[in-house]
């Protein structure tokens, strides 16, 4: 059984960092790209960013200010987040897709159940 467990969320001032870290168990990782979503509330789940399989390849959204990156030994995919806002404020999921990155939410196989980040101004 496949299980994502993301973790390092919390509650920050604006302009602060945090790195969350996105765990997985019982599928062969370095076979899966990994992105990370998050969804404020009274909005659509929207992604972030997503990592290749092998790490060498990365792709963004134009408004994202995060660094993804990825241990393959370690079956974690991270992503460094600073100079947070308010309006960063949501549930932040990771995903695994076989091989690829996708920019649809839909193509993704597997989720985690969550981390939240709150922003205060």
């Known amino acids: 059984q496949v299980h994502l467990v993301e973790s390092g969320g919390g509650l920050v001032q604006a302009g602060g960092s945090l790195r969350l870290s996105c765990t997985a168990s019982g599928l062969v990782f370095e076979n899966y790209a990994m992105g990370w979503f998050r969804q404020a509330p009274g909005k659509e789940r929207e992604g972030l960013s997503c990592?290749?399989?092998?790490?060498?390849n990365t792709y963004y959204r134009d408004f994202v200010r995060f660094t993804i990156s990825r241990d393959n030994a370690k079956n974690t995919v991270y992503l460094q987040m600073n100079s947070l806002k308010p309006d960063d404020t949501a549930m932040y999921f990771c995903?695994?897709?076989?091989?690829?990155?996708?920019?649809?939410?839909?193509?993704?196989?597997?989720w985690g159940q969550g981390t939240q980040v709150t922003v205060s101004s």
């Open positions: 990592i290749a399989n092998n790490g060498r």
């Open positions: 995903a695994a897709r076989a091989v690829d990155c996708s920019g649809r939410t839909a193509n993704y196989n597997y």
